[in-house]
T-cell receptor
Framework: GAVVSQHPSRVICKSGTSVKIECRSLDFQATTMFWYRQFPKQSLMLMATSNEGSKATYEQGVEKDKFLINHASLTLSTLTVTSAHPEDSSFYIC????????????FGPGTRLTVL | GENVEQHPSTLSVQEGDSAVIKCTYSDSASNYFPWYKQELGKRPQLIIDIRSNVGEKKDQRIAVTLNKTAKHFSLHITETQPEDSAVYFCAPGSSNTGKLIFGQGTTLQVKP
């Protein structure tokens, strides 16, 4: 149980375009989801906390107008990278906190974004 | 905010030896202490976790010890195998917010 999916797994786009990444909890409900970014050979950096039905909470230094997050249901959160540039190229990973969870996060498989 | 430090950054051991990775944190409100294993290009996998009311937890070859007073917790892997080679992250957090803050990672290499 506790499976989280992400779509797409890999995306290549031109500079200036926007890219949407979906994160779904497949067999459980999640009031809270998290978005992380991971550059090569680095750690996961928390970008924002996504709460169902309310505005996302962004970590310091993360531009909320650049990374739009929507959490419209208990099983789906989306991250849109607006006007993507090459420096946005990274591995984006989401995680979900079970509605009855007490700490453990369940991670998606990640999305590799390459901006040309 | 939470400051997390993980040591060592790289660790190379011979198959069968033990490996220990230490994580220190700053936020006294942290009450959830997981360790994740990540293989290249894959998602982090939870390998063991501990909560603040427990000092030690063991699962076969893997154990975690917690010293809440000193604000550090450690991952212990015994009888290491080549398939244990990966990057390991500590990620202390709060069960209230659910937020985890990841350490810098430790690259473990187990030589056959």
């Amino acid at each position: 149980g506790a499976v989280v999916s992400q779509h797409p797994s890999r995306v290549i786009c031109k500079s200036g375009t926007s890219v949407k990444i979906e994160c779904r909890s497949l067999d459980f409900q999640a009031t809270t989801m998290f978005w992380y970014r991971q550059f090569p050979k680095q750690s996961l950096m928390l970008m924002a906390t996504s709460n169902e039905g309310s505005k996302a909470t962004y970590e310091q230094g993360v531009e909320k107008d650049k990374f739009l997050i929507n959490h419209a249901s208990l099983t789906l959160s989306t991250l849109t990278v607006t006007s993507a540039h090459p420096e946005d190229s990274s591995f984006y990973i989401c995680s979900a906190l079970h509605i009855q969870g007490i700490g453990e996060q369940f991670f998606g498989p990640g999305t590799r974004l390459t901006v040309l | 905010g939470e400051n997390v430090e993980q040591h060592p950054s790289t660790l190379s051991v011979q198959e069968g030896d033990s490996a220990v990775i230490k994580c220190t944190y700053s936020d006294s409100a942290s009450n959830y202490f997981p360790w994740y294993k990540q293989e290249l290009g894959k998602r982090p996998q939870l390998i063991i976790d501990i909560r603040s009311n427990v000092g030690e937890k063991k699962d076969q070859r893997i154990a975690v010890t917690l010293n809440k007073t000193a604000k550090h917790f450690s991952l212990h892997i015994t009888e290491t195998q080549p398939e244990d080679s990966a990057v390991y992250f500590c990620a202390p957090g709060s069960s209230n917010t659910g937020k985890l803050i990841f350490g810098q990672g430790t690259t473990l290499q187990v030589k056959p």
